[in-house]
């Protein structure tokens, strides 16, 4: 104990909101100990000093040129060499796809506990950080223990803690490994392409669903309006992913993304168990549906019954009216 | 080809899931094992690629004696042997104890890809796939929904959506670990005659213990409790004679009542 509490941040040309939340639950953790966030990447020392913001004291860089590109096995390899020189007493990463593996990686290497996914940690009076993570699909959740001292690791599910701001220094340090070693890992290249400016999911304030009840993939251009509208992200149910209508990347629910947004809008969905798994610890829950049986109403704190097709040009309509 | 696919045994996603006594684990009565639905994705990718290669699909999964049931499953839906990690221990359900021992087993192996795939639907933490590269000292890369063999076999060009709707591609030379994301190809059933050849199709156990690897000691967490969510409050139906009077009451709602506008 003492040696404070890590995030390992991840950001492009500004911090992540999900390593915004890691730092304001490490500021909260740590008391008055050090919080520490460590950045990997080229060029991050300018814009590095924003974790401050979020309760950083320190930030510890490994800016290098040669880290222009993602790569799993050089950045648990740098990751490791520093936890494992500064032992922290907690690493927190946010749990997006580059924050997991990597957590899962350098979690192996250095044999530490990892809990993933976590939704909530807490610090016992003995010190012992705790740590709250859905099983299921969130049917359950548990609380786990670390069951060795030394440093611990938890990823992070985005969107679920909340944001801190305490001003502290973010005083920005650089931390040499050197050159990042070959391992018998060898990435050869990582091509990144962007899809538009659509919100991302797992980090969207608002999200607006599409299930069967749209008919049709020609119909869920009324889920993207009202998304739009909404400056939300679009989800869609399991049936309408098997179905072709939208990409598996969308797919909310046990056997795809676990969201919690402030207002998660599902149009035209049954609510099997399956998807409500997925959504039901959003702030807010808003269903359309036309059949007022449908089981999505028992989670919904707004039901409106009624057709689809005339609710959702209204509620657009609506919508753009009142924000004028 | 050689390929090697890391299976989960989970229970079917439409079970009901009841807290067992203790209150930290969960009541097993009844309840259906099914071959993880995110793994049938990584198997068929498996089965697709020696059917298309040569080679042989060989099915390894850790766990109770029931997994066996599971690995008869691979092997009627393509697998040509699998290996059963026996250990009846339910606090060893550990995703580092996993893959260590996963790695002990996969080591001595004559391989050329290994898959694991997203998470098991019952345990939520999609770490073995990672940790099990670490262990093997071998490339990663997560969540692959689209890949192809590239450089005569030597190496295979993987795409993945990732946050922030970016799709990378990533390309990693053989061998290495590939965890499947739902998707990657569609999942076939096994036929009567598949289930009847299965039978006589090798199916090897082994112990952690000799495989020379600690399993308990490879565990660091330890579950406290085990609990339901909090139940949401009930929720009620927007009022309104027309469509139009029930769109404004909700807008009015969101805005003013639960203020998330």
Known sequence: ?324 | MNVIVCVRQTPDTESAIKIAADGRTINTDGLKYVLGPYDEYSHEAAVQLVEKNGGEVTAISFGPERVKETLRNCLAIGASRAVHIHDEDTSHDDALAIATALAAAIKPMSYDLIFTSNKGTDSDRGLVGAMLAERLGLPYVGLVSELELEDGGKALMCGRDVEGGQREKIKVTLPAVICAQKGLREPRYASLMNIMQAKKKPLETKTAAELGVDTAGAVKLEVEKMEYPPQRPPGRLVEGGSVDEKVKELVRLLKEEAKVL
């Not at chain 1, 096995?73 to 500064?86: C, F, G, M, R, Y």
């Not at chain 1, 679920?160 to 920005?172: C, H, I, K, P």
């Not at chain 1, 869609?236 to 998660?264: F, I, N």
């Open chain 1, 1 to 324: 104990m003492g040696n404070g509490i890590w995030v390992i941040g991840e950001g492009k040309g500004e911090l992540s909101r999900a390593t915004c939340e890691c730092l304001s639950e490490a500021r909260r953790l740590a008391g008055e100990e050090k919080v520490s966030c460590l950045l990997l990447g080229s060029g991050v020392s300018s814009w590095a000093g924003q974790a401050g913001k979020f309760g950083a004291d320190e930030v510890l860089v490994c800016d290098n040129a040669e880290l222009g590109k993602y790569n799993l096995e050089t950045w648990a390899h740098l990751v490791a060499a520093a936890v494992d020189s500064k032992k922290p007493d907690l690493v927190l990463v946010p749990a997006t796809t580059h924050g997991s593996e990597l957590a899962a990686r350098v979690a192996a290497r250095l044999g530490l506990g990892l809990a993933s996914e976590v939704v909530s940690l807490s610090r016992g009076d003995d010190g012992q950080f705790r740590a709250v993570r859905p099983m299921f699909a969130g049917k359950v959740r548990v609380t786990v223990r670390f069951k060795e001292n030394g440093t611990r690791m938890a990823t992070v599910r985005p969107n679920v803690l909340t944001l801190a701001e305490t001003n502290r220094s973010g005083a920005v340090s650089s931390l040499d490994f050197g050159k990042p070693e070959k391992t018998g890992a060898d990435m050869v290249s990582v091509e990144t392409r962007g899809e538009g400016s659509s919100v991302d999911l797992s980090e969207a304030s608002i999200v607006v669903s599409g299930g069967r009840g749209l008919k049709g993939p020609e119909n869920f251009h009324l889920v993207h309006t009202l998304a739009e509208v909404l400056g939300g992200a679009v989800g869609a149910s399991r049936m309408v992913v098997d179905a072709g209508w939208k990409e598996h990347s969308c797919q909310v629910g046990q056997t795809g993304r676990v969201v919690t947004p402030d207002l998660y809008i599902a149009v035209g969905i049954s609510g099997a168990i399956q998807h409500l798994v997925g959504m039901q610890n959003a702030g807010c829950i808003v269903a359309i549906n036309n059949n007022p049986e449908a089981a999505i109403f028992k989670v919904a704190d707004y039901g409106l019954v009624g057709d689809l097709f005339e609710v959702l040009p209204a509620l657009t309509e609506e919508l753009k009216r009142s924000r004028n």
